[in-house]
């Protein structure tokens, strides 16, 4: 067996959006799912949703803009889901995924972006579903167009680009 260690392999950034106001919607979305972990359901969608984020900052999207997740749960069980998937009629718009029976599922949308370099993850909108259709989702992805085609002319009035290509 070969083991490679690879050297100065630089792992994609994640940023949120910010909207007219300074608020980034996602970051938003997230905290108000931690705020109701009373409910063990909706507990256990934040903490995967924490898992999925840490685990696409890790690894790349592949080629073909699926990235499959896989984590073991608390009870000892496997818990594997199709984390990023590409909005095949909104490109280049790619929708991360986390389910939970009982709590929803839990949609971000984000588009890739590189400067100097970094891949850097950009997510402009979130929610959390309860049906496979949702007009919410449909809304929110025609407002991440809008930002992707602003955000291409002046990244700056979304998200902070200072030291993103810096390895920490």
């Known amino acids: 067996m070969t083991n490679y260690i690879v050297c100065d392999m630089i792992m994609p950034t994640i940023k949120f959006t910010k909207d007219e106001n300074g608020i980034q919607q996602v970051k938003e979305a997230v905290n108000d799912l931690a705020n109701t972990i009373v409910d063990p359901d909706r507990k256990k969608l934040y903490m995967l949703v924490i898992r999925g984020f840490r685990f696409i900052e890790r690894h ?3 080629a073909n803009r699926e990235l499959f997740f896989s984590t073991m749960l608390e009870e000892n069980t496997p818990y594997t889901i199709r984390l990023v998937k590409e909005l095949k009629y909104h490109q280049p718009l790619l929708e991360f995924r986390v389910n939970w029976r009982g709590a929803g599922a839990f949609r971000a949308i984000f588009f890739e972006y590189e400067y100097e370099g970094q891949k850097v993850l950009v997510f402009t909108r979130a929610t959390i ?5 949702s007009s919410e989702f449909e809304k929110l992805v025609v407002e991440s167009e ?14 902070n680009l200072e030291g993103v290509n810096k390895v920490e």
């Open 60 to 62: 790349e999207i592949p």
């Open 146 to 159: 809008e930002i992707y085609m602003s955000f291409l002319h002046h990244p700056e009035q979304y998200i």
């Open 129 to 133: 579903k309860q049906q496979t259709t």
